[in-house]
């Protein structure tokens, strides 16, 4: 039975990183997934780690990936693939103690982790110390938008439907 689980958290993660890079690719389609305004509504996704722990590296992946194949430079690379990572992590551990109405908090990490991290890198990266406070409050309407709105859209459609969702949580 061991064996079972590690393939389910190996499937979940995958399905997740691969749903995190098909989004973000598509919305950049609308210039919407990489640049000082970006609202990625593949970032919705990062509430799932209150659910289900396989979200958390599914995520980084996804990530990782998608800023990859987009034509990010090395440092948002890298560095923007670990805020999601970190605001993943935290997101799952208000999902192992957060009850009731209390998970809807899940959206906050991702938001604070991108917002107090990307600024710097893409200032840095593109060279435009004097673009900061303009990149702290797009990055922060993004990630409010894509975390904040559709993530609690669906924080609520998976509280609504976990044990068919998510039947081995």
């Known amino acids: 039975m061991k064996g ?7 499937a979940q993660g995958a399905a ?20 000082a305004i970006q609202i990625r509504i593949s970032e919705a996704l990062t509430v799932l780690p209150a659910f289900m722990p396989a979200a958390v590296p599914g995520l980084f992946i996804g990530c990782l990936l998608s800023n990859l194949i987009s034509g990010c430079v090395i440092w948002d690379i890298i ?9 993943a992590c935290f997101t799952y551990l208000i999902g192992k103690y957060a009850k009731g109405r209390l998970i809807y908090l899940a959206c906050v990490p991702p938001v604070i982790s991108n917002t107090l991290i990307l600024p710097f890198i893409l200032s840095y990266a593109y060279g ?10 797009t990055i922060f309407a993004g990630e409010a938008i894509s975390c904040g709105v559709f993530g609690s859209i669906l924080v609520y459609y998976i509280k609504k ?9």
């Open 128 to 137: 435009s110390p004097e673009s900061l406070i303009y990149l702290f409050a």
């Open 16 to 35: 997740v990183a691969a749903m995190y890079a098909v989004i973000t690719l598509l919305i950049s389609f609308f210039g919407l997934a990489n640049g």
């Open 161 to 169: 439907h976990k044990n068919r969702i998510l039947p081995n949580q």
């Open 4 to 10: 079972n689980k590690k393939v389910l958290f190996l």
């Open 79 to 87: 560095f923007g693939s670990l805020a999601t990572l970190l605001g």
